[in-house]
């Protein structure tokens, strides 16, 4: 029946046009979601020529969609990393996905140029937001808020050439952990660095180190910047030796630190960190890098990064760099320049590399041939024979009501194997079948789509019966 | 201790610059998220006459941030709603808050003036998602899907002159549930109509009714569009009528009707719809209302709105207008207008108005005055005597890694009066006491927080004691 979708529009509009024709602007009243979808119809309707697009179907450079098994993978790992920031005791905060656009090109440098600008259509100038920092700075700012330890979860967009192939789109969530406030120097530093450990540990991704890889650094340093090899040797000294303790000890020995005063200042904190992160235990996944001064000129405090460590053969499997999957640092002067009086709240924070972890998991996931189930249903309600239909509405209504994840199919007359199919290609457990010989028995049959057994069951026991499977499964 | 922010900056220059100064482009590598934040630093630093802002910091107009208490609300609410969409076999879907400009305003009518278009930096023009359905329709005539039962949680922009006081933004979270596909008559209609009775008793609003109200569409027919009064009452004798059946009976006897063939097509369909809402057990919550028919111009059959019923008293407390908190309908050509080959795929779905039900909850509760947690910390570490930073360290990181959700003050020398005021507070239930006392014996004291009564217990043990108590509680 082709036209079935066309045939009720007309009999509907013939039945009421015959009644009542009210005024549009009632439709003001309507939620808003669907009349406007509805609107784009009559507008095809009156444009007949404009039925097939004159445009081509995609989604914008750098942007994707995510299909129901990319959702499912994702909210796994959100689920893990959400999980873990409130178990820090952080408060949940969302924000407008557009600020002021003067507030954000104040706040990026040379980036400003990444920034997405909203079209000047009147009232305010916009920008989509660049991070997911800036917005919580002038959260502070604005309130007043002298101390907050605050999560969020968000997309951000940066008009980047995307190297898709990499991971990296224009489009993209940020999951972010901050600790602003006026506290005692390298605990709240200590409790991020806590943090990376619990989320990449909870992701299961395999080793990983918090620190930057040195070579990359000193490629750069030799051939780009053009640094005498042995000069850059001999800092690479210091980066070479791993574990934190026993390098802080060292810098203590270097007459060009040990020298200067608030050099001196520096170490000690930095010694304090460490025996913070003892007393966390995880000083074996912490290697401090002196690479990471990198980030000095923009940090007002330490900064890290945290890194997957492959197994050659892992490398083998996934040949992309993957870069880091989490970092962070202290930033206590970004707040003041958003209050009026330039008050100081001095920030440490850390961002997990959602997008990458995902990427990873994603590939992996397909290297296994791992199967992603992208619907919960956990019944679903077949017949054997024609005409079933009000019995089987009669029972997937019990089994919505009850709680039960249950599917049933939206035809009068469905096929019984093409219902079974449809729950193995789907996973779906359970199947509760509803046919002559069951109804005259006062009985359903319960199917397990594993082991394809079946068992009658009281009608009236029917979701006791499904509860005690679910339970036990 | 004022200049701590600033102090460790120096210093920590000090200590690096005396190293290594290596290539900014390494920062490309970082994890995009703290960087630039940081770069701002510099950027303020390099610039101090900026150290204090010259704009008004504020949200954009028709935007707002969302506090971590108006957060756990909108969480909570949310999770009513996706659960009923799982619990109906919905698969998740993710699309980009962005899509090429022509694919949208083709595709509003008049409504395209209030789109949010990107400024156009170079490449396409792009504008920011006007609802969740078109986004839908885009997906699958893009990936040729014939058939898909979706939902999509996410926020949408519309620029209109916004009425805060009536919890209407230009940032706005939708939540659509669709059914595509080519199916038998109204069984998937039912459905949407049977998710928003699940969602709204859920969500325990109240009473709900799924219709519109006459007297505003006689109102208007009346005053705005001149109708005699007889003609709008005699239409108003049927919408008077609630209980739908009734009704479609009437409707049959109706000559004006009867004698149209097609009109008798869309009443059998009626009459269908009315037959399996009778099995999934909400006629009495479904008041079909001819006043409806003013989505018709717009809708391909079946739409629906969902309104909460005030008693007088509560209309007292809630004057405001709440509208309509869920709205639906049937929308058979609109994928076919991004189908190169204008194929067509029916569709039929719902949105909930959880922006007004927010609003709503947020209302009741403040009436109410309750007090909401922002936090869901269950144990908070405390000291009473100083230099027990380690101690609690040690301790806190044990409670972390069992998954027990804690806090500790960021002080080397807290005092525990504050500490104690802190959780009472916060909501914390348990505290967690250690001092010289308690590491002398071995112990560790539990306090209640509720009963400010306080147990030892041996330091080993303390884990399972703490699981224990949470668990009874």
Request: proline residues 5%; contains cysteine.
């Amino acid at each position: 029946m082709p036209q079935l979708g066309l045939l009720p529009k007309r009999a509907w509009a013939a039945l009421f046009s015959q009644l009542l024709r009210p005024p549009p602007s009632a439709c003001t009243q309507a939620v808003r979601g669907h009349s406007q979808v509805a609107e784009s119809v009559l507008t095809s309707q009156l444009k007949p020529h404009q039925e097939t697009p004159n445009f081509i179907i995609k989604t914008p450079k750098g942007t994707r969609d995510f299909s129901p098994q990319q959702m499912v993978v994702r909210e796994k790992i959100l689920d893990v990393v959400v999980s873990c920031f409130k178990r820090h005791g952080a408060q949940g905060l969302d924000t407008p996905a557009f600020e002021l656009k003067e507030m954000l090109t104040e706040n990026y440098g040379e980036n400003s140029g990444l920034i997405y600008d909203l079209k000047d259509q009147g009232g305010e100038l916009l920008s989509l937001r660049y991070d997911l920092t800036v917005p919580f700075a002038r959260y502070l700012a604005m309130n007043k808020l002298k101390k907050m330890k605050r999560y969020h979860v968000g997309k951000v967009w940066r008009r980047e050439s995307p190297a898709i192939v990499q991971g990296r789109y224009r489009e993209f969530c940020q999951c972010d952990f901050d600790i602003a406030g006026q506290f005692d120097p390298m605990i709240p530093d200590a409790e991020c660095l806590k943090i990376i450990c619990e989320i990449l540990s909870g992701l299961q991704l395999g080793n990983f180190l918090i620190k930057m890889p040195w070579t990359d650094v000193r490629h750069e340093m030799v051939t780009k910047k053009g640094l005498a090899p042995e000069v850059a040797d001999r800092i690479g000294d210091y980066v070479q030796c791993h574990g934190g303790v026993s390098l802080v000890e060292q810098l203590f020995q270097d007459p060009r630190l040990s020298q200067n005063k608030q050099a001196l200042e520096g170490l000690r904190d930095l010694k304090l960190l460490f025996e913070y992160l003892t007393l966390f235990g995880i000083t074996d996944k912490i290697s401090f890098d002196l690479s990471l001064a990198r980030g000095l000129d923009y940090y007002t405090g330490v900064i890290y990064e945290a890194v997957l460590l492959q197994t050659p053969a892992q490398a083998e499997e996934e040949p992309l760099n993957v870069g880091s999957v989490a970092a962070g640092g202290r930033y206590d002067e970004l707040v003041a320049m958003f209050d009026p009086k330039g008050h100081k709240v001095p920030c440490v924070g850390l961002s997990i590399g959602v997008e990458r972890i995902f990427y990873i998991v994603e590939q992996r996931m397909k290297a296994l041939g791992e199967k992603i189930r992208a619907t919960e249903t956990q019944v679903f309600v077949a017949t054997p024979q024609k005409n079933f239909l009000q019995e089987r509405l009669k029972l997937i209504a019990e089994l919505w009501d009850a709680g039960i994840k249950a599917e049933m199919p939206y035809k009068n007359n469905p096929k019984l194997l093409s219902q079974l199919h449809y729950c193995e290609n789907t996973g779906i457990p359970l199947v509760v079948i509803i046919g002559e010989q069951e109804l005259k028995e006062g009985v359903v049959k319960i199917r397990s789509v594993a082991s394809r057994g079946e068992v009658a069951v009281k009608r009236e026991d029917l979701v006791t019966e499904i509860q005690k499977r679910l339970s036990e499964s």
